[in-house]
């Protein structure tokens, strides 16, 4: 064997060995690319075996001299050489005769080639660009659209005064005046229609330690999330309340995006349940880890510790990219040698979860990206301590169910897979097919072998065929149990509702991040910067967007579950802030045509009112409304 014959033989090998093809497919498309492994590798993703066309107009003979070699001749003999093997014996064993028969059979296309067309050949117009792809356009023209975006960030456009007025329930738009911190207005505008997060706000300022220093602007907080609440602008400029809590700065990717957000929650959260005594657990939960081994457990001493993100690996993994089963591979460890289970349990839950969503690199070429999938409620308690024992006993029958499904699945494999991956059903009927249509019988002796063959393979299809069908009904029956295993009364009592979904699209720019909020009706918004607009339920929960650029959804935000009362129940927000809020509300309205309050969804004597259910607290600051109705008188008098 010659040094080029070697270093073919080696590229064939581990081209085979990366494409899952046999040596022949693998040598076939090499040859076509005249020895270029990453060009048969590009080609062979794109469907390429290497099959090769024959030349209609070359003559019978080569008028060639010897000495010239042609490559695309060269392997067009190879090829017709290598199918000159698919020879059937009829007179050998019947076996022997039926499997060459399905192999052959199996070979042989009928159709246009496969192959890749050589770029080198296509014909462009020389005073034209050449045209790309749709998909290619619509991307050129988001990456255009989002670094515009994001060069002018900072130019905040004034509303125009008739799209200032919020309308009805739409929840409002906070924004800033720094768009690497815009992700932050986009998750305190998701806190502003969790109840529970309301709620607390509420009531902070009777809970504020009044010494210095403070971590937070609590006055500009509390007055924050009520005209959040109660105000009549679709859109609210903070300027004072972000900036002081001094997010990290997003430079564009999705990776700062979701460990900016996590960061910006952890302060959050620490600097709000600090002032409630007892910790009411808003944000914060804690945790600690156990070991067990069958029936028994036991609880690690002194392991106990507090957080409140909790972080999902997303993307390429052996686990379903789906939230509940991420969070249990991430939470519980099964060590099959010693057969002894650790796991992180939750001591006491708290009434809001993040989950950081956090991508894993994706290792293989040419693979589909699966959405990450989530659900719109899930219960917690299958990772709550005091559940820990029944939550074992749970795990071993899900383990023994897994058992099951896995050996059948073998089974199944043995019964209708090949060696090389073959599908030996459509290769038993093609066969079948052959010996009772195809087959000549014009001699006794013949027709008797090809009967007798035929009668083989009929025997062989009755039995797989219902054996794989027994097979696939257990396997379904299995995988329902499978499902239902933690679907029992005990652990369905700490039940959460999503409540966010934080989207990127894969570029930079504060338009290029957005986000999907429930309020406490159940409807769906979706805030895009300054816009906010009502959406289907079910395009929060499946949005594809950012997926081929490795981005999507990076933060999701759950709560307690409540009851429609508990839900629909009104904030009794400190007085002075509320009757604050509803004056400049009057002086909005004032400055508009009497159409806005039509627009608003009710007349201004009957808008929502809390004054009565007030607490009583001294007045704050109001730069940010303030500076909001300017900017609408500004353009009420343009107008």
């Known amino acids: 064997m010659t040094p080029e014959q070697a270093q073919e033989e080696e590229s064939v090998v581990m081209l085979a060995g990366m494409m899952r093809v046999d040596n022949d497919q693998a040598r076939r498309v090499l040859r076509k690319y005249k020895g270029n492994v990453e060009k048969a590798v590009d080609a062979m993703l794109s469907g390429d075996q290497g099959d090769v066309s024959p030349n209609l107009w070359s003559p019978m003979e080569s008028s060639q001299d010897p000495s010239y070699v042609d490559p695309f001749t060269e392997a067009t003999h190879t090829v017709a050489q290598s199918s000159s093997s698919n020879v059937i014996d009829l007179t050998g064993d019947d076996n022997d005769r039926t499997l060459k028969l399905s192999q052959a059979q199996s070979d042989v296309k009928f159709g246009p080639s496969e192959r890749v067309p050589d770029p080198s050949w296509q014909l462009v117009t020389t005073n034209a660009q050449a045209d790309t792809s749709h998909d290619d356009r619509a991307m050129n023209e988001a990456i255009q659209a989002s670094l515009a975006d994001f060069g002018s960030s900072e130019e905040l456009e004034i509303l125009p005064a008739d799209e200032s007025v919020r309308e009805g329930g739409r929840p409002i738009a906070l924004r800033t005046d720094a768009s690497e911190i815009a992700y932050a207005a986009l998750i305190i505008q998701a806190f502003a229609q969790i109840p529970q997060i309301r709620r607390n706000i509420a009531t902070l300022l009777e809970a504020v330690n009044e010494s210095p220093p403070r971590p937070i602007r609590y006055p500009e907080l509390v007055e924050l999330f009520v005209n959040l609440d109660l105000a009549q602008l679709s859109a609210i400029l903070d300027k004072d309340v972000l900036p002081y809590m001094k997010p990290l700065p997003w430079d564009g990717t999705y990776v700062s995006l979701g460990s900016g957000s996590a960061e910006f929650i952890k302060y959050f959260a620490e600097v709000i349940d600090i002032q409630f005594k007892p910790p009411i657990h808003l944000f914060q939960f804690s945790y600690t880890k156990v070991e067990s081994r069958g029936r028994s457990f036991k609880v690690h001493q002194n392991t106990e510790q507090t957080g409140c993100i909790v972080e999902i690996h997303t993307g390429d993994s052996a686990t379903p990219n789906e939230l509940i089963s991420r969070l249990n591979s991430n939470l519980y460890a099964y060590n099959e040698v010693t057969r002894i289970a650790t796991s992180d349990v939750i001591v006491h839950p708290s009434e809001v979860v993040a989950f950081y969503l956090k991508p894993i690199q994706s290792t293989g070429q040419g693979k589909t990206v699966e959405p990450f999938v989530f659900p719109k409620q899930f219960y917690l308690d299958r990772f709550i301590l005091e559940n820990s024992p029944l939550v074992e006993e749970k795990k071993m029958q899900e383990r023994k169910i897994c058992e099951d499904i896995n050996e059948l699945t073998?089974?199944?494999?043995?019964?209708?897979?090949?060696?090389?991956?073959?599908?030996?059903?459509?290769?038993?009927?093609?066969?079948?097919?052959?010996?009772?249509?195809?087959?000549?019988?014009?001699?006794?002796?013949?027709?008797?072998?090809?009967?007798?063959?035929?009668?083989?393979?009929?025997?062989?299809?009755?039995?797989?065929?219902?054996?794989?069908?027994?097979?696939?009904?257990?396997?379904?029956?299995?995988?329902?149990?499978?499902?239902?295993?933690?679907?029992?009364?005990?652990?369905?009592?700490?039940?959460?509702?999503?409540?966010?979904?934080?989207?990127?699209?894969?570029?930079?720019?504060?338009?290029?991040?957005?986000?999907?909020?429930?309020?406490?009706?159940?409807?769906?918004?979706?805030?895009?910067?300054?816009?906010?607009?009502?959406?289907?339920?079910?395009?929060?929960?499946?949005?594809?967007?950012?997926?081929?650029?490795?981005?999507?959804?990076?933060?999701?935000?759950?709560?307690?579950?409540?009851?429609?009362?508990?839900?629909?129940?009104?904030?009794?927000?400190?007085?002075?802030?509320?009757?604050?809020?509803?004056?400049?509300?009057?002086?909005?309205?004032?400055?508009?045509?009497?159409?806005?309050?039509?627009?608003?969804?009710?007349?201004?004597?009957?808008?929502?009112?809390?004054?009565?259910?007030?607490?009583?607290?001294?007045?704050?600051?109001?730069?940010?409304?303030?500076?909001?109705?300017?900017d609408v008188e500004m353009q009420t008098q343009q107008d």
Not at 525 to 551: C, I
Not at 598 to 624: H, N
């Open 410 to 630: 073998k089974k199944k494999e043995l019964l209708t897979r090949g060696d090389q991956g073959r599908d030996v059903l459509t290769d038993l009927r093609a066969s079948l097919h052959y010996f009772e249509e195809v087959a000549r019988k014009d001699e006794p002796n013949r027709e008797e072998s090809v009967n007798r063959t035929a009668e083989k393979l009929r025997r062989l299809l009755d039995f797989i065929v219902p054996t794989v069908r027994e097979i696939d009904v257990s396997v379904e029956k299995l995988q329902a149990d499978l499902a239902a295993v933690y679907e029992i009364p005990e652990l369905q009592k700490h039940l959460y509702d999503l409540r966010a979904v934080f989207m990127h699209t894969g570029l930079p720019g504060r338009k290029q991040i957005y986000s999907y909020i429930r309020d406490a009706h159940g409807v769906w918004w979706k805030t895009v910067d300054r816009l906010v607009t009502e959406v289907p339920e079910e395009t929060a929960l499946t949005d594809p967007t950012g997926l081929h650029l490795g981005a999507g959804p990076y933060l999701l935000l759950y709560s307690r579950h409540l009851s429609e009362e508990e839900m629909l129940a009104p904030v009794a927000w400190p007085r002075s802030i509320a009757d604050s809020v509803e004056d400049h509300n009057k002086k909005l309205f004032a400055m508009l045509h009497p159409e806005a309050e039509e627009k608003a969804g009710f007349p201004l004597a009957a808008a929502p009112t809390v004054s009565m259910l007030s607490l009583s607290s001294p007045p704050f600051g109001d730069q940010e409304v303030t500076q909001g109705l300017e």
